[in-house]
T-cell receptor, first 113, second 109 residues
Framework: NAGVTQTPKFRVLKTGQSMTLLCAQD?????MYWYRQDPGMGLRLIHYSVGEGTTAKGEVPDGYNVSRLKKQNFLLGLESAAPSQTSVYFC????????????FGDGTRLSIL | GQNIDQPTEMTATEGAIVQINCTYQ??????LFWYQQHAGEAPTFLSYNVLDGLEEKGRFSSFLSRSKGYSYLLLKELQMKDSASYLC??????????FGAGTTVTVRA
């Protein structure tokens, strides 16, 4: 019963490097989300997807790109990492029945030096 | 846009009751969620309110007033393990959750 799995769990990057964070869910959920969480600011939505092949911008999309080529996977890319992107990133999935909660992955701690 | 406010910190004694308030102004409303998040961990679901009134689930209860844009989470018989951050989140009509900044609750012996 894996739920939502994020890889990697930790990563340190140098400014300007690129990387991809992977989120996989096995609950057949339509909606998937990427958030970042910074101290004192709560969870802020980066990008989201309402189904395979579709993506949309959230509250703080600049500097990030996403892809949803398969329903179960939602990838978050940083093309040129910046220190301001140091954060904890959470992926979540959500069924189409809106009275059900979002299910979160365990998070990825990303540090940009 | 969405505007969700909750207190930053609260402290209470083991065995006591704590009430965490959340006020919101959102464009559309599908329901309100409360999540618990322990330090270094993912948020976990606590409760969901869509209709006005009180929802009770063991030691935790959540209340909603849609007309006032107000909710609270009530934690009874506090235990040390309840020390965590509590997140209020509103679901507007487009299935995106908007989160408050969270309330850090510290339970003291």
């Amino acid at each position: 019963n894996a739920g939502v799995t994020q890889t990697p769990k930790f990563r340190v990057l140098k400014t300007g490097q690129s990387m991809t964070l992977l989120c996989a869910q096995d609950m057949n959920h339509e909606y998937m989300y990427w958030y970042r969480q910074d101290p004192g600011m709560g969870l802020r939505l980066i990008h989201y997807s309402v189904g395979e092949g579709t993506t949309a911008k959230g509250e703080v999309p600049d500097g990030y790109n996403v892809s949803r080529l398969k329903k179960q996977n939602f990838l978050l890319g940083l093309e040129s990492a910046a220190p301001s992107q140091t954060s904890v990133y959470f992926c979540a999935s959500y069924p189409t029945n809106s009275n059900q909660p979002q299910h979160f992955g365990d998070g990825t701690r990303l540090s940009i030096l | 846009g969405q505007n969700i406010d909750q207190p930053t910190e609260m402290t209470a004694t083991e065995g006591a009751i704590v009430q965490i308030n959340c006020t919101y102004q959102t464009s559309g409303f599908n329901g309100l969620f409360w999540y618990q998040q322990h330090a270094g961990e993912a948020p976990t679901f606590l409760s969901y309110n869509v209709l006005d009134g009180l929802e009770e689930k063991g030691r935790f209860s959540s209340f909603l007033s849609r007309s006032k844009g107000y909710s609270y989470l009530l934690l009874k018989e506090l235990q040390m393990k309840d020390s965590a951050s509590y997140l209020c989140a509103v679901s507007p009509r487009d299935y995106k959750l908007s989160f408050g900044a969270g309330t850090t609750v510290t339970v003291r012996a």
